[in-house]
């Protein structure tokens, strides 16, 4: 079964440095979303994409926060500069439903530790 | 405010035993709500679905039933299995943004054998 591709799977970071995650949904997929998970709670969206265009990034702390889907297809987070806060689990994925809700396929995420 | 809460942060059952997971929303606008099962060092991945014209839905040992008056939810796992044991997280979604999940904080399954 096709599977959504994340990298890197961890990340140590010290605080006010940059860092990039990358995803690559499962082809065919329009709908894209990033979500962040802190431990003990459940995943949080971030920012939600329909092919290239935001459908919802009401939850992303723009200020440090970046998201991009060029082409359409894969996807980097950016986060410029981290906080100790960031610490969480950034989890991609995918759904082929364009409108409503369908199951989504998950990657298995980056671990980010901010130091 | 948290629109979906699993109140219950861990379930312990023996092994052949029925598991009850339970969820409760707020949002009236959620008309679709799902399960999923997450494993340590893995993404979560789908278990079982209900949409809200119905009260239940089964799959294999696997069945969600639905309270819409009651805006509850629950799986039962019968019987349960050793490998069942992981993180369970109820999700919903709905209303003006119908691809948004929002999720639970998860409840941890141990099925002892």
């Known amino acids: 079964e096709a599977e959504v591709a994340q990298s890197p799977r961890y990340k140590i970071t010290e605080k006010s440095q940059a860092v990039a995650f990358w995803c690559d949904p499962i082809?065919?997929?329009?709908?894209l979303y990033w979500y962040r998970q802190i431990l003990g709670q459940g995943p949080e969206l971030l920012v939600q994409?329909?092919?290239?265009?935001?459908?919802?990034d009401s939850q992303l702390p723009k200020d440090r926060f970046s998201a991009e889907r060029l082409k359409g297809v894969d996807s980097t987070l950016k986060i410029q500069p981290a906080e100790l806060g960031d610490s969480a689990m950034y989890l991609c994925?995918?759904?082929?439903?364009?409108?409503?809700?369908?199951?989504?396929?998950f990657g298995n995420g980056t671990r980010l530790t901010v130091t | 405010d948290q629109q979906v809460k699993q109140n219950s942060p861990s379930l312990s059952v023996q092994e052949g035993r029925i598991s009850i997971l339970n969820c409760d929303y707020t949002?009236?606008?959620?008309?679709?709500f799902l399960w999923y099962k997450k494993y340590p060092a893995e993404g979560p991945t789908f278990l079982i679905s209900?949409?809200?014209?119905?009260d239940k839905n089964e799959d294999g040992r696997f069945t969600v039933f639905l309270n819409k008056s009651a805006k509850h939810l629950s799986l039962h796992i019968v019987p349960s299995q050793p490998g069942d044991s992981a993180v369970y997280f109820c999700?919903?979604?709905?209303?003006?943004?119908?691809?948004?999940?929002?999720f639970g904080d998860g409840t941890t399954l141990t099925v002892k054998p």
């Open positions: 994925a995918s759904s082929s439903e364009p409108q409503g809700v369908s199951p989504l396929h």
């Open positions: 082809s065919g997929h329009a709908t």
């Open positions: 994409f329909q092919d290239e265009s935001v459908v919802d």
């Open positions: 949002n009236s606008m959620f008309d679709y």
């Open positions: 209900i949409s809200s014209i119905k």
């Open positions: 999700a919903a979604g709905g209303g003006p943004n119908a691809g948004k999940s929002t």
